[in-house]
């Protein structure tokens, strides 16, 4: 499984993003029920050690 092998984060995001962030994959997240809002997912450029997927509003 990919959160075993590749542990470097706090969720499942994280470790879905680091793994693949050299493949030109986006993760997108929902931010209500209704699926009006989204959230792209990223790691901050501003810390070196990225540890944590931020989200950026797409709305």
């Not at 990919?2 to 997240?29: A, C, M």
């Not at 929902?30 to 050690?49: C, G, I, M, P, V």
Request: net charge neutral.
């Amino acid at each position: 499984m990919v959160k075993q092998k590749y542990r470097e984060g706090n969720d499942d995001e994280t470790v879905f993003l680091k793994k693949f962030q050299t493949y030109g994959v986006s993760l997108y997240k929902t931010n209500d029920e209704n699926l009006n809002s989204w959230s792209r997912l990223e790691f901050s450029s501003t810390t070196l050690n990225n540890t944590n997927a931020v989200p950026t509003s797409c709305n």
